[in-house]
């Protein structure tokens, strides 16, 4: 399974954690895992950022789509850096 979500605890843990709390995403492929972990935080009413230089596609075109896509929704774009300045 692709979405983080399909497991019932994801929802669960995310509901434990302040909902002011901004959640760094990034991994492989962007088109998929990335962007349903992505959407699905956003559909929670969660802050998100997408940390672009630590996300690969298999298809460039989708995954500008979909990070397109994710900006549209409400995430934010962020690189390893600013979210590493970020956090501590």
Do not use: Q, W
Request: contains cysteine.
């Amino acid at each position: 399974m692709l979405d983080v979500f399909s497991n019932p605890h994801t929802n669960a843990i995310v509901e434990k954690l302040a909902r002011d709390a901004e959640f760094i995403v990034f991994g492989v492929v962007t088109e998929y895992c990335v962007g349903l972990a992505a959407k699905g935080l956003l559909d929670r009413g969660r802050k998100v950022a997408i940390v672009t230089d630590a996300i690969e596609t298999l298809k460039a075109d989708e995954g500008h789509r979909t990070v397109s896509e994710l900006t549209g929704l409400g995430a934010r774009l962020t690189t390893t850096d600013e979210a590493l300045a970020a956090i501590v």
